[in-house]
């Protein structure tokens, strides 16, 4: 009787779960590391997952979790997956696109448009990022959601995991930080940073001190290359 209990707990457990399983492997297979346009990147094949049966029953798993049942950092693990399985999702239902933001349109841009099932809720990139995500006030959220951009941080090729989320969002951010087409270089006397530190600058406080830049250093910002991080 026990044994037939644990048993059902444990298929129980990982059936909750069973959406990381699905795109742990999606990631392994369909991205590499490469270049585009003189940027280093994590690469997606976003053909091959549309086209891999996975895909499908990733949506499915996905559309049966109930992320209201999770802890504070099982949360934040789980919205950042599913904001990068969105954008993900977005290129792969608009195929083909040169830029995810030609998804959108001037009445609807991209990130207002829902795109991901969870329950019996549509979610839109931008409702995850803002309502959500940005809410848990962690500025390193920023180096683990991915908008499927060739000056975005790297897509992570594993899922992030609640039991080491501060660790595997420190590993990006020092990725991108050392990535010098996306993240800092120095020229001269002034370091050029990605818009990324423009745009959420209340986030970031002091960027001298946060990005541990001289104060005799002046700091201009990057151009944003949007074209699809694609294989």
Same mark, same amino acid.
């Given at each position: 009787?026990?044994?037939?209990?644990?048993?059902?707990?444990?298929?129980?457990?990982?059936t909750?779960?069973?959406?990381?399983?699905?795109? %742990?492997?999606?990631?392994?297979?369909?991205?590499?590391? =490469?270049?585009r346009?003189?940027? #280093?990147?994590?690469?997606?094949?976003?053909e =091959?997952?549309?086209?891999?049966?996975? @895909?499908?029953?990733?949506?499915?798993?996905?559309?049966?979790?109930?992320p209201e049942?999770?802890?504070?950092? #099982?949360?934040?693990a789980? @919205?950042?997956?599913?904001?990068?399985?969105?954008?993900?999702?977005?290129?792969?239902?608009?195929?083909?696109?040169?830029?995810?933001?030609?998804?959108?349109?001037?009445?609807?841009?991209?990130?207002?448009?829902?795109?991901?099932?969870?329950?019996?809720?549509?979610?839109?990139?931008?409702?995850?990022?803002?309502?959500?995500?940005?809410?848990?006030?962690?500025?390193?959220i920023?180096?683990?959601?991915?908008?499927?951009?060739?000056?975005?941080?790297?897509?992570?090729?594993?899922?992030?995991?609640?039991?080491?989320?501060r660790?595997?969002?420190?590993?990006?951010?020092?990725?991108?930080?050392?990535?010098?087409?996306? =993240?800092?270089?120095?020229?001269? %006397?002034?370091?050029?940073?990605?818009?990324?530190?423009?745009? +959420?600058?209340?986030?970031?406080?002091?960027?001298?001190?946060?990005?541990?830049?001289?104060?005799?250093?002046?700091?201009? +910002?990057?151009?944003?290359?949007?074209?699809?991080?694609?294989?």
């Amino acid at each position: 009787m026990w044994r037939f209990i644990g048993i059902f707990l444990l298929l129980f457990k990982l059936t909750l779960g069973s959406y990381t399983h699905t795109w %742990d492997e999606l990631l392994k297979e369909y991205t590499i590391q =490469g270049s585009r346009e003189g940027i #280093e990147a994590v690469l997606v094949d976003y053909e =091959g997952i549309g086209g891999d049966k996975r @895909w499908k029953i990733l949506l499915d798993e996905v559309r049966a979790e109930e992320p209201e049942k999770l802890t504070f950092e #099982e949360k934040k693990a789980f @919205w950042i997956n599913i904001y990068n399985i969105g954008a993900v999702k977005m290129v792969i239902d608009n195929h083909p696109l040169k830029s995810i933001r030609d998804a959108g349109s001037l009445i609807k841009p991209v990130w207002k448009r829902d795109i991901i099932q969870v329950g019996d809720a549509a979610y839109s990139l931008g409702y995850i990022e803002h309502d959500i995500l940005r809410k848990t006030e962690d500025p390193l959220i920023h180096y683990a959601i991915v908008c499927a951009s060739l000056s975005c941080p790297d897509l992570r090729r594993a899922p992030y995991t609640p039991e080491n989320l501060r660790e595997e969002m420190l590993e990006q951010r020092e990725i991108f930080l050392a990535n010098t087409e996306k =993240g800092k270089r120095l020229e001269g %006397d002034t370091y050029y940073v990605s818009k990324i530190y423009r745009w +959420y600058r209340d986030e970031f406080e002091d960027l001298h001190t946060y990005l541990e830049i001289p104060k005799e250093k002046k700091i201009k +910002y990057m151009d944003y290359n949007w074209s699809l991080n694609s294989k």
